[in-house]
């Protein structure tokens, strides 16, 4: 599956709270992410083709389609996996295609438990010449009902000609063209690069070709520094050594012990699973010490 990968950037961390976004297909493949942990972040998935069953160590174990959301708040530590739901055998794969983010967990709520909600209807705004389905957060005065636990907006935004968009001055934002094409401030944007419009802006005024959609993120700026790695978003290199540590420690364990461990099990994977079995190991840490990442 093709994946494309806009944030973080080198000297770009976070827009917001947001510290992360992959964009991924749209490709004909059978998506299997095996389970695998994470700890201090949120995870946003957004469907734009395609259904996806999630299930966690929360005991979650729903499918996501276009149109809905699922929010999985990892706090001390949650595991989780993701597989495309296949058609019945010798049908044509459907195609897969979609969105997902991370949101960094402020130090007050990062060590909190493992939590997960799924949405499956949410408010929808229009304004000049747009329409929005407001993800997370608040946009145009309409909120989500998503979780969130900073100040934060993201947003599906389908427009055509000129439109204008009300934006928070508190905020930076960024936006992701998804089909179609836009210019900014009279500079074109086509899909695939993150464009990033920083802060102290009341409006967004774009030109955007017919039938076009971009995701809007955006935030206050988050200031605390993060250190990411792999699937963790912690504060320091010890942290994320001892993170690694306890997911590789639960490999091997008996299916009891497995689910007492700080990042749970996964129904239907694992020891005495009758599904998928396995897991994602953890890489390597590098031969050096990990640090935050700084913005230029």
């Not at 994470?38 to 979650?60: C, E, F, K, M």
């Not at 934002?173 to 179609?180: A, K, N, Q, Y």
């Not at 942290?239 to 420690?249: G, I, N, Y």
Request: net charge negative.
């Amino acid at each position: 599956m093709n994946v494309r990968r806009t944030l973080p950037q080198r000297g770009l961390p976070t827009i917001g709270a947001w510290c992360f976004l992959d964009s991924f297909g749209p490709d004909r493949t059978a998506m299997s992410v095996l389970p695998h942990p994470h700890i201090g972040l949120q995870t946003v998935t957004w469907p734009l083709a395609g259904h996806i069953r999630h299930r966690d160590s929360v005991g979650s174990n729903v499918v996501v389609r276009p149109g809905e959301l699922n929010i999985m708040t990892a706090g001390h530590g949650v595991s989780h996996s993701e597989f495309a739901l296949l058609p019945p055998a010798g049908q044509t794969l459907p195609v897969q295609r979609g969105l997902q983010l991370w949101v960094a967990l402020p130090d007050t709520e990062r060590h909190r438990p493992p939590a997960f909600e799924q949405h499956r209807e949410l408010p929808q705004v229009s304004g000049s010449g747009f329409t929005a389905t407001v993800m997370v957060g608040e946009l145009a005065g309409v909120t989500s009902p998503a979780t969130m636990y900073s100040p934060i907006v993201g947003a599906d935004v389908s427009c055509g000609g000129d439109a204008i968009l009300p934006l928070n001055a508190d905020f930076e934002h960024g936006i992701l063209v998804l089909d179609g094409g836009l210019a900014v401030d009279g500079r074109e944007l086509p899909p695939g690069p993150l464009g990033y419009l920083g802060t102290g802006r009341t409006e967004l005024k774009v030109q955007a070709l017919p039938e076009t959609r971009f995701l809007l993120i955006g935030g206050e700026p988050f200031d605390e520094e993060l250190l990411m790695w792999w699937n963790f978003v912690g504060r320091t290199h010890d942290e994320v050594e001892q993170a690694r540590s306890d997911w590789e420690a639960q490999d091997g364990l008996p299916e009891t012990e497995t689910a007492a461990a700080r990042y749970g099990l996964v129904p239907g994977h694992g020891p005495g699973a009758r599904s998928e079995a396995g897991r994602i190991p953890a890489p390597p840490l590098p031969g050096v010490r990990l640090t935050p990442r700084k913005r230029l």
